[in-house]
């Protein structure tokens, strides 16, 4: 059973529209961390956030935002006023205490195409 | 202050042949971790070595095996080399302190099995 569910693998979106990822994920653990990361065509995964299971807060940074709902086991992500810069692919992770932090185990991906 | 470095960046080896991948965490980090991102897919796991041993692999072959030196860095080994081999190996450095946890990933080294 894929642990990191990202349903959405391609989103065309025009420049300056909002755009939400949707991450599900699937763990027993009671402490884990979720993630997400950014990778550009260059290739390097760049971080973006990481959050705590036990922090359920929404975080916004600039144009980035996102929903930690533990009810329905879901870390979306969402662009405001879209960029072409933010063409990437982008992955959810997570990690459990149970099994190890350093053991990430990522979504499959969804694939952002901003048009200009 | 320097992040995850990885050498060679791209790698060209031909079936059969082995290859050596090089990793250095960031400064003060203890821990690495290695994965491997076939073409359109996420990451994938693959081995963890702290205190020069590996203490966490992911569903891998023998073929791929590690180091870890004193200094912390790190070396993965593939063996017998496939086509499947084919990908981008990204290494993590991590530490755990005072409750807080922080990982690193490095720009990854692109092979290419032919």
């Known amino acids: 059973a894929q642990k990191v569910t990202q349903a959405q693998t391609e989103i065309s979106v025009v420049e300056k529209e909002d755009v939400t990822l949707d991450c599900v994920y699937e763990?027993?653990?009671?402490?884990?961390?979720l993630f997400w990361y950014k990778q550009p065509p260059s290739g390097e995964l760049v971080f973006l956030i990481r959050?705590?299971?036990?922090?359920?807060q929404n975080e916004i940074s600039g144009r980035y935002s996102w929903n930690f709902q533990k009810s329905t086991s879901s870390f979306n992500f969402t662009i405001t006023a879209s960029q072409v810069v933010d063409s990437a692919v982008y992955f959810c992770?997570?990690?459990?205490?149970?099994?190890?932090?350093?053991?990430?185990?990522f979504g499959p991906g969804t694939s952002l195409s901003v048009i200009p | 202050d320097a992040g995850v470095t990885q050498s060679p960046t791209h790698l060209i080896k031909t079936r059969g042949q082995q290859v050596t991948l090089r990793c250095s965490p960031k400064?003060?980090?203890?821990?690495v971790s290695w994965y491997q991102q076939a073409l359109g897919q996420g990451p994938q796991f693959i081995f963890q070595y702290y205190e020069e041993e590996e203490r966490q692999r992911g569903n891998f072959p023998d073929r791929f095996s590690g180091h870890q030196f004193p200094n912390y860095s790190s070396e993965l080994n593939v063996n017998a080399l496939l086509l499947g081999d084919s990908a981008l190996y990204l290494c993590?450095?991590?530490?755990?302190?005072?409750?807080?946890?922080?990982?690193?990933f490095g720009p990854g080294t692109r092979l290419t099995v032919t």
């Open positions: 992770a997570l990690s459990e205490e149970e099994t190890s932090y350093d053991k990430v185990i």
């Open positions: 400064s003060g980090h203890d821990t």
């Open positions: 959050r705590n299971s036990f922090d359920e």
């Open positions: 763990t027993r653990d009671t402490t884990y961390y």
């Open positions: 993590a450095s991590s530490l755990m302190r005072g409750g807080n946890y922080e990982q690193y």
